[in-house]
């Protein structure tokens, strides 16, 4: 495993990776702080529901993000779920591999908010994504946005 000594940037400033956290696929998106802007990446495979760490060391080595975030799915009422604890160990493991901050993000709803965005021709983020991108990596996107405007 390579070290990530990134020198640490002032919030607002950062290079974020998310992701929305499956057992067989992995969505993610990058963002930039500053720009609020986000882009979709190619998903990740899971094989039996171990995520490519490869995959996503390559990702880090690419982007050199100063932090991660990752979707926590939760139900409707804020109840927690199996899948809850799944994306938790994940969020754990990653934090423990690449030595990076890694923010938990409630994720409720996104996966159906891009499923409807992949098909809408008006979606209020442009025409850009339709049928680029799989659902889980436009949900990761949608969850660092999302990210980005609730912090201060």
């Known amino acids: 495993m390579a070290t990530h000594n990134k020198p640490a940037q ?3 400033q950062r290079t974020l990776l998310a ?7 992995i969505g993610v998106a990058v963002g930039q702080e500053l720009t609020k802007s986000t882009t979709a ?3 990740l495979r899971s094989r039996d529901e171990r995520p490519d760490w490869e995959g996503i060391t390559q ?3 690419i982007w050199q993000p100063h ?5 926590i799915p939760l139900n409707m009422d804020g109840s927690e779920n199996e899948m809850t604890q799944k994306a938790k160990r994940f969020s754990d493991r990653l934090a423990g591999r690449y030595s990076l901050p890694v923010y938990p ?3 409720r709803l996104t996966t159906r908010e891009a499923a409807r965005e992949q098909y809408d ?7 850009k994504r339709k049928g680029h991108m799989e659902v889980d990596s436009v949900a990761a996107q ?3 946005e999302t990210f980005f405007s609730q912090s201060p």
């Open 142 to 144: 949608i969850i660092l």
């Open 10 to 12: 002032s919030s607002g």
């Open 41 to 43: 990446l190619p998903i």
């Open 67 to 71: 932090a991660l975030v990752v979707g």
């Open 105 to 107: 993000a409630d994720e």
């Open 121 to 127: 021709p008006h979606n209020k983020r442009g025409h």
């Open 59 to 61: 990702l880090i080595e």
């Open 19 to 25: 992701f929305d956290f499956g057992t067989q696929k």
